[in-house]
């Protein structure tokens, strides 16, 4: 038998566990403010439930446009720049309804987005919408 230069060794297949994405885990608080973790008067990073850190993971999710942060794969992130090129503002609500909604779905702690409520000024647009997540009440949010 000959002898390969490189061994070959045989690998377990590793299952990925649903439940365990689904948890909801104690995490550090952010202020959306500073743009930094929260501190205490002792100057320690505040701590934050499980159900207040999957808030703040929706909002930087919405706030994040896809493919301009490389810490993040392609798949995190809204493309809001491209729903602003949309010709119409019908055009461009239903384009931001849309990111945003596959934008917060590829959490499997997401169960739903929806009523949507769009509040247009000269320059800008505020965003407000439902958020379901799993095991949790539901919760308004606005971008």
Same mark, same amino acid.
């Given at each position: 038998?000959?002898?390969?230069?490189? +061994?070959?060794?045989?690998?377990? #297949?590793?299952? !990925? %566990?649903? $439940?365990?994405?689904?948890?909801?885990? /104690?995490?550090?608080?952010?202020?959306?403010?500073?743009?930094?973790?929260?501190?205490?008067?002792?100057?320690?990073?505040?701590?934050?439930?499980?159900?207040?850190?999957?808030?703040?993971?929706?909002?930087?999710?919405?706030?994040?446009?896809?493919?301009?942060?490389?810490?993040? +794969?392609?798949?995190?992130?809204? #493309?809001?720049? !491209? %729903?602003? $090129?949309?010709?119409?503002?019908?055009? /461009?609500?239903?384009?931001?309804?849309?990111?945003?909604?596959?934008?917060?779905?590829?959490?499997?702690?997401?169960?739903?987005?929806?009523?949507?409520?769009?509040?247009?000024?000269?320059?800008?647009?505020?965003?407000?919408?439902?958020?379901?997540?799993?095991?949790?009440?539901?919760?308004?949010?606005?971008?």
């Amino acid at each position: 038998m000959a002898q390969t230069l490189f +061994p070959v060794i045989q690998t377990p #297949e590793i299952q !990925a %566990a649903k $439940q365990y994405d689904r948890v909801y885990r /104690q995490s550090y608080q952010w202020d959306f403010s500073t743009g930094d973790f929260e501190r205490d008067g002792a100057n320690r990073v505040a701590q934050c439930s499980g159900a207040e850190a999957y808030r703040a993971w929706c909002m930087k999710a919405v706030m994040t446009e896809r493919g301009t942060c490389l810490a993040y +794969p392609n798949t995190v992130g809204a #493309e809001m720049a !491209a %729903a602003f $090129q949309k010709p119409s503002q019908k055009a /461009q609500e239903s384009a931001i309804e849309r990111t945003i909604r596959e934008t917060l779905m590829t959490n499997p702690r997401t169960e739903s987005v929806r009523d949507f409520l769009f509040t247009w000024k000269s320059d800008s647009v505020l965003v407000a919408f439902t958020v379901k997540a799993i095991n949790q009440d539901s919760f308004r949010m606005e971008v």
